[in-house]
């Protein structure tokens, strides 16, 4: 399986989602493996993305909820940001630890470094060289920063996850996951925020009637959504940042969260060196997910590919490498259908062929939409707003789903099974849920005839 005359079977650059959740049960196979990390251990989901975002978004929801029920529950609730994040530092700080816990059990050598490759099968590691029969590159994505004079007065998600008290005036640019879901928490904990959209919509691959009620609710909480603005300089005045706009003038603030993207690590890692393709979405792979040199793997966000850069979609190709290194597949990678969630408030999730799509191509596609009242079980919480669509193909099968409400994301989980394995209508009958719970109600959907 392995050449021999190596110091390792796999070297890993970077030890994200892209690298463990494969890495691990690889080594527990008894599999000679280096894993070499620049930063923290566990890379950017549980240091610095879905992790700690989502501990410090729980309040939020509580909140929500609390309003759709007022006149039951009554009474101010205020919610606290520096006791939150202190909360969520107590949550994950421990779990770089306990990943690298579970690699050195395995026998697995981490390695602190910024790795760079030298040839094919050899690393440099702090000017130490290491061989490697397979490497596998899973150095993840940055912030981008705006090309812009004052570009470094801009903060990025890292610094707003470690923000220790919540500025009374943020902007924030960009349209995207992070804009949205950092603007409904600095929202809701009392900031004052300007959203800034680059064109007229946010949340392009989101059924766009969906995101237009996002922003319209964020409207009314106060955010000031302006559209089509290009920022064109940030300049610091005392405690403020004054933002320079092409065509709507200027207007101070007290902090700028520049969410305008991620980009690939692929500079300084060797890759032109060893003659690695890679473009500006990332390093070219082939459906074995091999580089153009051939012992040389790309897993996770690195990769350039069409699907969402997410957890989910790193620990199924970590998972794929670990099974085709252990010589128990020689197929190429069979992603399935891959379902991608916003956390804003209520939450919009999906998968599959898309609405707006399945909208716009009436020939191929029967939309089906429902709204949260056509289900008793969901006005039990007295939700304001919040629709739904399932997505059927002309051979009548379920091909996609939709959701926009605070229970999107386990929707879309109890129906994706149904999607991804074209469950029959006799199947789906079999399927017994707990009653009363979301699950059932999302099954009662596509039960029906
Ligand atoms: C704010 C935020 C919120 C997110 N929320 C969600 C969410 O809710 N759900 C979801 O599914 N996804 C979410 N994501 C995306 C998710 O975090 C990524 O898809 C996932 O972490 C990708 O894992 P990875 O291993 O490919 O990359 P990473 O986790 O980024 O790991 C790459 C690692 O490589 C290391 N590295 C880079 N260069 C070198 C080098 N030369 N030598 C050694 N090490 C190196 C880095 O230090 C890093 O630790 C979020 C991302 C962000 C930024
Ligand atoms: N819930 C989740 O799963 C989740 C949450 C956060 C992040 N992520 C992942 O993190 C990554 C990055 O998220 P993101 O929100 O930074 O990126 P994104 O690609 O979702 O959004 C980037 C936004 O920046 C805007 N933009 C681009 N150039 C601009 C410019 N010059 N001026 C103003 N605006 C500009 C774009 O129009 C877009 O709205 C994605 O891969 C995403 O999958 C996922």
Redesign the pocket.
Known sequence: MFTQNYDYDVLY???????FDGAIPLAAKGVKIAV?????IG???PN???NA??ILDNPVALKRHMEDVHGIVNGSVTIDWPANMAHKEEIIDGLPQAIEGMMTSNKIDVLF????LVDAHTVDVNGELKTADKIVI????RSNHLTIPGTEFAHD?RDF?ALETMPKHITIIGGG??ALEFATMANEFGAQVNLLLHGDQALRAFPQAYVEQILADLAQRGVNIKRNVEITALEQSSDEVIVHTAADGEFTTDWVLDATG?IP?VE??GLEAVGVDYNQNGIVVDEYLRTSVPNIYA????IDKKIP??????VFESTYLMHTFAGDTTDPINYPVIPTVV?TSPRIAQVGVSLDYALANPDKYTVQKHDMKSDWFRQVGKPKFGEGALIYNQAGQLVGATELSEDAAEVINTLLPAIEFKFTAEQLERLVYLFPSIGFSAHALIKKP
């Open positions: 650059i970077g030890s994200g989602h892209g690298t070499v990390e620049a930063e923290r890379g950017t989901c610095w993305g879905c975002k989502i470094a910024r790795a760079k899973s150095t993840g994505l998600s996850l996951y992070i991620r690590n300084n890692i897993s996770g966000d690195i850069k997410l957890t989910p979609t790193a956390f």
